[in-house]
């Protein structure tokens, strides 16, 4: 089975720095999707960036971007420029095509003025 | 804008209760999804649903049923309610198709209380 994990529960930015939040996933196959969801305060989960198993180059959002290494099963996040409104709940989340969405638990990401 | 609805924001019932939670998409997405989301558990899928009157059991089924008589709508049913399903709720909506690396597109939560 497929598990995603999110090993730090909180992480704390300073506004204007950068902030690296971590995901390792376990998998066997070679064809899969990897995304971050961000869920703010109001509760809605939206997408913040997107990255296909088989594209070697990192998906990149405006501010967002990944750093994916499929050899080391890693699927980091980086925020540049940290804004008061990124403080939210982070999941990481692992698909197999045509399968369910499997998430890992959670980072709760808060952003000092 | 995609948009996904759900009934209510907030619901308080009473252990035994049969409970419905409705979600609404308009977005003629072919998939829709029921999660529960508890503190250090992330999301856990309930069950989903690939087309009208289909579903899926997903990872934590037990205590919950689903309907699906139109496309747009997804109902999640406790059929008794019991304290150990006070949880937030969240429905999701996406496309299907080849590889379907499609992004899920979440309702704002029902935060239900069972007492």
């Known amino acids: 089975a497929q598990t995603v994990t999110q090993s730090q529960p909180e992480m704390s930015v300073q506004e204007a720095e950068t902030v690296t939040l971590s995901c390792t996933y376990d998998t066997s196959e070679s064809d899969y999707y990897l995304f971050w969801y961000k869920q703010p305060p109001s509760r809605q989960m939206i997408l913040v960036i997107r990255q296909e198993a088989y594209k070697q180059q990192n998906a990149t959002e405006n501010r967002f971007s990944v750093n994916f290494q499929k050899a080391a099963k890693s699927f980091s996040l980086k925020i540049s420029d940290s804004q008061l409104g990124d403080a939210a709940m982070y999941f990481c989340a692992y698909r197999r095509p045509n399968s369910k969405l499997t998430f890992g638990k959670g980072i709760t990401l808060s952003v000092r003025p | 804008d995609v948009k996904v609805t759900q009934s209510s924001r907030y619901l308080v019932k009473r252990t035994g209760e049969k409970v419905f939670l409705e979600c609404v998409q308009d977005m003629d997405h072919e998939n829709m999804f029921w999660y529960r989301q508890d503190p250090g558990l992330g999301l856990r899928l309930i069950y989903f649903?690939?087309?009208?009157?289909?579903?899926e059991k997903g990872d934590i089924p037990e205590g919950y049923s689903v309907s699906r008589e139109k496309k747009e709508r997804f109902s999640l049913i406790l059929e008794s309610a019991s304290t150990n399903q006070t949880s937030m709720y969240l429905c999701a909506s996406s496309l299907t198709g080849q590889g379907a690396g499609y992004e899920q597109y979440f309702g704002p939560g029902t935060r239900l209380t069972v007492t």
């Open positions: 649903s690939y087309d009208v009157k289909m579903k």
